[in-house]
């Protein structure tokens, strides 16, 4: 008796659970955030001002690499050496070794200043998703919005990536009319 006693118990249980994971399967969504970065008119605009930044301080560090590579043929031509004065050739061991100690610091800085920017542009970017995801939860009477980045398979009619990217969008027009305006 205690067995069949268990037995229905464990049934219904399971009959429960299948019942509860059915009904939560219909108000689940995954959303693809590359997709929403690659996509969507903020992303695009945090990968332009990001790439922009990168472009501005790459040319930084050419133009002093530049300078450093031609002192450095300098120092080693050995007959353009031998026409300076030792004042002139130790000033110029000097201004290499100042723009060698610039240049390291410049590249930290570059690295540093990167990674910030990087890790700020998918802060922002994460920030905006949410927010559309929200939305888009909310008018599809959703439960919860997942990143399809913490699940294994999921069926393509959970799929609401399209649906955040015109939010997203729709986001992005009205900030932008607001400071138009504004």
Known sequence: MKKNF????????????????????????????????????????????????????????????????????????????????????????????VLSQEMSRYQTQYYQLLNQANYRMLQTLHDKVSSAAETVREKNHLALIISEDSTFAYAPTLDFTQEVIKALD?????????????
């Not at 729709?170 to 504004?182: H, I, L, V």
């Open 6 to 97: 268990l037995y229905i118990s464990l049934l219904t249980v399971g009959a429960l659970t299948l019942s509860t994971l059915s009904a939560a399967e219909e108000s689940l969504g995954f959303v693809n955030f590359k997709k929403c970065v690659e996509h969507s008119k903020a992303g695009q605009q945090e990968k332009n001002s990001f790439e922009a930044m990168k472009k501005q301080m790459t040319e930084v560090l050419e133009k002093s690499d530049k300078e450093l590579s031609d002192i450095a043929k300098k120092l080693e031509d050995q007959e353009y050496m031998d026409g300076l004065s030792p004042t002139a050739e130790e000033e110029l061991k000097q201004k290499f070794q």
């Open 170 to 182: 729709g986001a992005f027009e009205a900030e932008k009319g607001a400071k138009e305006n504004g």
